[in-house]
């Protein structure tokens, strides 16, 4: 207790009005001086003992404190009956479970995080293998059309190593919470046509059939440039699974209470037990032929979702999948 100044200055205190006391006491008389020891004495041992009853319960949550500045898994305080301590126990149980539940949060988060560099650098290892490759075959090719046709291969995998890239970013801002949606009106057929901009000659190249049906005068709130993403990202896995001479078909419903749009391909559709897993990421599914790199649907899902849509995925009865992505109104 004597290691707190303000105990220390109380003590001074006393000590100087209990000496005051006494001393006009035995001016008085002896009975009066007696008397004003022994009231100075039984004040100053009362106050003694319940000043070290609070300065224990004190310490003893500063010591269960330091347990869980060192990662104890529980802290214990004990119930007390004082008004002051008790709020005070309260507010450090509230404060320690609030740190326990920001710990776990953060171990999660470090897991979570070193599984997803595991995954970019096996993602990003795959296409810099193929491209290593490329090059010592392009420098002891010595066909001119070899070299040339070994050049577009690696012109495509560094074009694919740039999507990824870009897409892991981007990931990467919306996990940070760093971006920031503009919201407003889209047209939807706008938003199909800003989707489709960029892929029109790869469906062209593949001989791709294009089937569109979005009415004009229907709206969504959203942010376009991010709509059209997650709208491309859902086009470019229809192509991979539709191949060359398939056909894509997207239609778009409107009602009171939402619009949707829906995406079908004529591939094969997925496994059953691939259907809950497709918008996970880095999910690349059990078909050994899979080209993508389970980026796109997970990047789709995070921008529709945080925008307030939903979006759903499901085999077509008469074959292909078919996408659905819904924003209410």
Not at 9 to 21: D, K, S, T
């Amino acid at each position: 207790m004597l290691r707190n100044r303000e105990f220390r200055r109380f003590a001074v205190c006393f000590a100087l009005i209990a000496a005051a006391a006494v001393a006009l006491g035995f001016a008085i008389n002896t009975a009066a001086g007696v008397l004003a020891v022994c009231t100075a004495a039984a004040f100053g041992a009362a106050f003694f003992i319940f000043t070290k009853a609070r300065y224990k319960s004190l310490a003893q949550i500063a010591g269960q404190i330091d347990l869980v500045l060192h990662h104890a898994d529980r802290l214990y305080i004990a119930e007390s009956d004082e008004g002051e301590l008790s709020i005070l126990n309260s507010e450090i149980t509230k404060m320690t479970s609030r740190i326990r539940e920001q710990n776990d949060a953060l171990k999660k988060e470090k897991e979570h995080l070193a599984d997803s560099l595991a995954d970019i650098a096996h993602q990003l290892r795959t296409p810099l293998t193929s491209a290593n490759l490329l090059l010592s075959l392009l420098e002891n090719a010595p066909d001119e059309n070899e070299r040339k046709a070994l050049l577009r291969e690696a012109e495509q995998l560094f074009v694919q190593m740039d999507w990824l890239l870009t897409s892991l970013l981007k990931l990467a801002r919306l996990d940070a919470g760093i971006v920031v949606f503009q919201s407003g009106q889209i047209e939807a057929d706008e938003l199909i046509r800003a989707a489709l901009r960029p892929l029109l000659i790869p469906m062209e190249l593949h001989d791709i059939a294009l089937q569109t049906d979005v009415p004009k005068g229907v709206r969504i709130w959203g942010d376009p440039g991010w709509l059209s993403e997650a709208v491309r990202n859902i086009l470019k896995n229809c192509m991979e699974s539709a191949g060359d001479g398939g056909a894509i078909e997207i239609r778009c419903e409107d009602n009171p209470l939402f619009t949707e749009f829906t995406i079908r391909d004529s591939g094969a559709g997925f496994a059953e037990q691939e259907l809950p897993h497709l918008f996970e990421r880095f999910y690349r599914g059990k078909n050994a032929e899979t080209k993508g790199y389970g980026i796109g649907l997970a990047l789709c899902k995070m921008i529709v979702t945080r925008q307030g849509g939903t979006v759903t995925a499901k085999n077509h009865p008469q074959g292909g999948a078919v996408f659905a992505l819904r924003f209410p109104k």
